[in-house]
């Protein structure tokens, strides 16, 4: 029987919930080191470029969560990571979109001074957002309920999981007014597996 994988990681959803559903999705048992907000900087020289979420896995220690995801789509294999070259490509070009939409949430999320914040905030959330949300649905209507060849891939999996991230950082439902993206974070959350997961699950504040 093959070890467990480990995640080291916050005591938040965060970038390490895609992680978490794509391996229950793919049958991955791992356990989890929650590195607390406080231990952090006494640790950070230990991890990769000092950066979380990291794995443990398969005699690896990976960083960078985008990168663990495709490792894990590609190891599952199926058609999880497209059924081809090309869908690979559309699977690469949706979720590197998604995260342009979460650095430029996370801009004023975390910034300190409140003016700026402000600013920034109204920003993305008047104008960036709203585009960014309104080409995604189209993205998903125009492939069958997916982002990707009318059928499940890990950039599914992954925006299921992240997308009440961005809700919170939003403060408000992103999806509410969006039919197809909604609908496809619940298919996401009704997965047999990853509805048994997120069953069981910590609740972190975000």
Same mark, same amino acid.
């Given at each position: ?12 959803? &965060?970038?390490?919930?895609?992680? !978490? ?19 952090? #900087? ?5 991890? #990769?470029?000092?950066?979380? @979420? =990291?794995?443990?896995?398969? &005699? ?13 789509? !590609? ?27 979460? =650095? ?7 910034? #300190? ?34 982002? =990707?060849? &009318? ?46 997961? =997120? ?5 972190? @504040?975000?």
């Amino acid at each position: 029987m093959a070890p467990k994988a480990k995640m080291i990681y916050f005591p938040f959803h &965060g970038l390490g919930e895609p992680l !978490r559903f794509m391996m229950a999705y793919t049958n991955v048992e791992w356990e989890e080191e929650i590195i607390s907000v406080e231990d952090f #900087p006494a640790k950070k020289p230990s991890y #990769p470029f000092g950066k979380l @979420p =990291v794995l443990e896995m398969d &005699g690896l220690r990976m960083h960078q969560s985008a990168a663990i995801l495709r490792y894990l789509a !590609r190891k599952a294999g199926g058609t999880l990571y497209g059924q081809n070259e090309f869908e690979a490509l559309q699977c690469d070009i949706a979720y590197d979109t998604i995260t342009d939409l979460r =650095v430029m949430m996370l801009g004023y999320f975390y910034e #300190p001074n409140k003016a700026s914040a402000d600013e920034k905030r109204k920003e993305v959330l008047e104008n960036l957002a709203p585009m960014y949300l309104r080409n995604l649905e189209k993205l998903v209507n125009e492939n069958g309920g997916y982002f =990707v060849g &009318g059928q499940l891939t890990w950039v599914d999996i992954a925006y299921g999981s992240l997308i009440d991230y961005l809700s919170h950082m939003a403060g408000k439902e992103l999806v509410a007014d969006k039919p197809a993206l909604k609908a496809l974070r619940d298919r996401v959350f009704a997965l047999p597996a990853i509805k048994k997961y =997120v069953e069981t699950r910590v609740k972190y @504040p975000y």
